[in-house]
């Protein structure tokens, strides 16, 4: 509703949610993009192999496609969670994705808006004391570390039925889940994956000390000085 009590107009909300419409309807396209591709790169193979080829729908089921989409997932979500618990006390001079120097650690109760410090606008839990207020304050992070540990696990389970399969059509013995994951292949897909991420991440904190993108809030102002930190535009 608007401050005069009417409803508010479809443009309106989807200006409001632009920004996580746009990445989600790219991310769909992205998987959609991937399925197709995916299946003629796997049906390449069964020819090669003297297999028969299958469909995009078989394709979409398969250990094959959820083990790779699974392997970006989980490092993504790593990603994000080192960064959110990193930047609570680690800092870098002049970045915009660093908080103030000064402001290194927890912070205030006060400086959160927590317990009495509270506004009439904050959420409820933050307004709570206890086990929630603790839960809430680390809510980002439990949820960032969660779905991590769930996109792993179903990456691994996914990589081992993958890696059986191909073991079968090279008349070799397939692996169990725990055996899977001591195999170099298992470690050497996950670990290219982190080291890719934790470089973009050092690139933007290093970058935006010194580059700007005029209008975007992961940039400084394009005037400010290359050693404010914890400035966005």
């Keep these: 509703m608007t401050r005069a009590g009417t409803p508010r ?7 409001e949610n632009s920004l996580s419409l746009f990445f989600a309807l790219i991310f769909l396209a992205s998987l959609v993009a991937q399925a197709f591709v995916g299946t003629a ?3 390449r ?5 003297g297999l028969e080829p299958v469909g995009v729908g078989d394709y979409v089921l ?3 496609y959820w083990v790779d989409i699974t392997e970006n997932w989980q490092s993504e ?8 618990t990193a930047t609570v006390w680690f ?3 002049g970045s915009p994705e660093s908080k103030a ?6 912070e205030s109760d006060k400086d959160q808006k927590v317990g009495q410090y509270a506004e009439e606008s904050s959420p409820p839990w933050a307004r709570a004391r206890g086990w929630r207020l603790s839960v809430y304050s680390n809510s980002l992070a439990l949820v960032m570390g969660a779905i991590f540990l769930g996109s792993w696990l179903a990456q691994s389970l996914g990589g081992a039925v993958a890696y059986s ?3 079968l059509r090279n008349l070799q013995d397939p692996v169990t889940w725990t055996e899977y994951l001591l195999l170099p292949d298992f470690w050497s897909r996950t670990i290219q994956n982190w080291q890719s991420e934790f470089l973009a991440v050092l690139a933007m904190v290093v970058l935006s000390i010194y580059l700007r993108e005029r209008g975007s809030p992961e940039s400084k102002p394009v005037g400010t000085a290359h050693q404010s930190t914890g400035v966005q535009g």
Aim: net charge positive; aromatic share 14%.
């Design 9 to 15: 107009r479809p443009v309106g909300l989807l200006k």
């Design 41 to 43: 790169f796997f049906n």
């Design 45 to 49: 193979e069964q020819l090669s192999g």
């Design 62 to 64: 398969s250990s094959a």
């Design 77 to 84: 979500f790593l990603q994000f969670l080192l960064f959110v």
């Design 91 to 93: 800092v870098q001079k």
């Design 101 to 106: 120097i000064e402001k290194a650690g927890r």
């Design 165 to 167: 399969e191909e073991q």
